[in-house]
């Protein structure tokens, strides 16, 4: 006779109660050990449940939009009745691990250890654009096994530990994801006793995780007002929202019609190439194509790609461009006091091995005058209509490496001291050039920085990092005749551009935040008020 099982949500890594918004399975169901019963959705992530058993489902306990957590019953299940079936469906788990243990070779011997990809702070598969190993290489700690790219940064994985390849498992174009395996290695000593069980576990991160699918169409249906109903996870939904894409207007093609990541960017691909297929937020604008244009009728070219982080930061701008109503504040700011403040502390600096640079008295200003302006220091929310202003004053800067440009963020600025930023800025900008930046180093700005008075110019116009609402560019100061005191005196000035979100700011608060960062800038002793 048949037994019933009850199957309850598992450890799902929070205490809090999540939706439940996909049920895969009905009364009646034979079902199989790992197939999806429902799919859960946090505000991070979604997750499909597997069952640990087999049998025939019973009765179904949670339904679409329920909430459920940790050890809430989601079905009952009648289990076939063999003589220790209940034994060992309770004893499976407890199996496998130990016969993971009794594989491992003891100390005197060889290991093989599985490598696997670091913490890179998104969910989301990034490219493996190098391989910088091959099998038969010793190697030691911290050598570089692989080159990963996402849309925002490249980034080189060290070997956690010394041996010698023994196979690798990824390739060039594969995409993979923290804890994917990446090469096997044969070290001198057998991993621990605590680590044996981590192999079968890496085992549900595979190397390459898109499967091959056919494009989705792009529908053409009249856009509905949110995108409250549509089968995607939050990771799509953020996306959605940040290029204006109205979510019921793209065909999914994962399980059961959910939209992907994948999907988003098609739509938007398709949709420019159509130059008129109207995304919601602004994105149809009928522009003409570009002309084709053969330029080797008129002499010799090459041909030279551009690199990822170009093309899709490229993308992205067009976007900000686009969507975002741009005024530009041109000012100065008179930085000879802060200027001879430096040089009088440019050599206790380097005694502790980095440089203080202007960048460093500019963010501290720009914090002073955000905490003065706070809707600068702010984002629009997904309806365009409330804005979120920010306590914190985590600070980006672009930074020019040979790959493109990459904007690290200096978090918590208004409670570090300049030789704090200092050191920072110096470890951030050599990460960058380096690749290793990861994403979450990229990750939460509240107002960006974009500097070129290292190199030239009189001014530019930045183009604000959505979803901030303004940015400020600095160009190279210049010694310029003030008048002063009924008389012209020379004095170092500071040229800066203030780009902002003219739905945010007007042109009124735009130019007195630039006089409030100038005086910020004239006299240091302002910023401690």
Known sequence: MATTQEVLVPDIGTTDEVDVIDVMINPGDTITIDDSLITLESDKASMDVPSPIEGTVKSVAVKVGDKVKEGSLIIELEAQAEETKEDSVADVEKEEPAAVVEEQPTASTSATQEVLVPDIGTEEAVDVIEVSVKVGDDIVVDDALITLESDKASMDVPAPMAGTVKEVLVNVGDKVKTNAPIVLLATSAAPSAEKAPEKPASKEVPVTEKPTQPEPAVTTSAAAPDNGDVHAGPAVRRLARELGVDLHRVSGNGRKGRITLENVHQFVKAVMQQAGGGISGGLGLNLP?????????????????????????????????????????????????????????????????????????????????????????????????????????????????????????????????????????????????????????????????????????????????????????????????????????????????????????????????????????????????
Do not use: C
């Open 289 to 529: 194509k570009p002309p084709v244009i053969d330029f080797n009728k008129f002499g010799e070219t090459t041909v030279e790609p551009l690199s990822k982080i170009k093309k899709i930061s490229g993308a992205n701008l067009q976007r900000n461009w686009i969507t975002i109503p741009h005024v530009t504040q041109f000012d100065e700011a008179d930085i000879t006091d802060l200027e001879e403040f430096r040089k009088n502390n440019k050599a206790l600096a380097e005694k502790q091995g980095f440089k203080l640079t202007p960048l460093v008295f500019i963010m501290k200003a720009v914090v002073a005058t955000l905490k003065a302006f706070p809707t600068v220091n702010a984002s629009l929310d997904a309806s365009g209509e409330n804005l979120i202003l920010k306590n914190y004053y985590h600070i980006g800067v672009a930074v020019d490496t040979p790959n493109g440009l990459v904007v690290p963020v200096i978090r918590d600025v208004d409670q570090k001291s300049f030789m704090d930023l200092a050191k920072e800025l110096g470890e951030v900008s050599l990460k960058a050039r380096d690749k290793g930046l990861s994403l979450t180093d990229m990750q939460g700005a509240s107002f960006t920085i974009s500097s070129l008075g290292g190199i030239s110019g009189i001014g530019f116009t930045p183009i604000v990092n959505m979803p901030e609402v303004a940015i400020l560019g600095v160009s190279r100061s210049s010694m310029k005749p003030v008048y002063q005191n009924n008389e012209f005196v020379p004095r170092l000035m500071l040229p800066l551009s203030f780009s902002y979100d003219h739905r945010v700011i007007d042109g009124a608060q735009a130019a007195r935040f630039t006089k409030h960062l100038g005086l910020m800038l004239s006299d240091l002793r302002r910023i401690l008020l």
